[in-house]
């Protein structure tokens, strides 16, 4: 058995169905990159209280996905093989766009009666006079 973490988006709306013994299930497809530029389609299927995870997942979400994987191949309509991956979802986590950092605040101004060193400006015209 091989287990796998997949991320990628979804390519289309969760499709929700019972099964014949009263049990939900819920696929997907997930467009996956597969890190050389192409991508790697992922036929997803959640049972139970996974599916009802999976189900609120929109079109063109982020998800991440843990489960069971089967590999699969077959012929396009032009003969070419092709090759996908069949996942039984067993965890997921529907990720969410960063939002961009906000700026950082400027710093405060001093006080008007405080110098720049911090400590209380006496310029006055006040003549000083030390005996």
């Known amino acids: 058995m091989i287990h796998v973490l997949v991320t990628g988006i ?12 009263g049990k939900p299930y819920t696929c ?18 959640a049972f139970n209280e996974v599916a009802e995870a999976l189900a609120v997942a929109r079109k063109d979400s982020a998800l991440s ?10 012929l396009d309509r032009d003969g070419s093989p092709r090759a996908g991956l069949n996942v039984t979802v067993e965890g997921i986590l529907h990720l969410k766009k960063p939002k961009p950092a906000a700026p950082p605040a400027p710093p405060p101004d001093p006080p008007p009666d405080l110098a720049d060193d911090g400590r209380p400006d006496f310029d006055d015209d006040l003549p000083v006079n030390f005996h």
């Open 28 to 45: 997907l497809k997930l467009k996956a990159d597969d890190g050389a530029g192409g991508t790697v389609w992922c036929s997803l299927i």
């Open 10 to 21: 979804a390519y289309n709306w969760p499709d929700s169905r019972m099964a014949k013994n």
């Open 65 to 74: 996905v843990t489960g069971r994987l089967t590999p699969t191949a077959w």
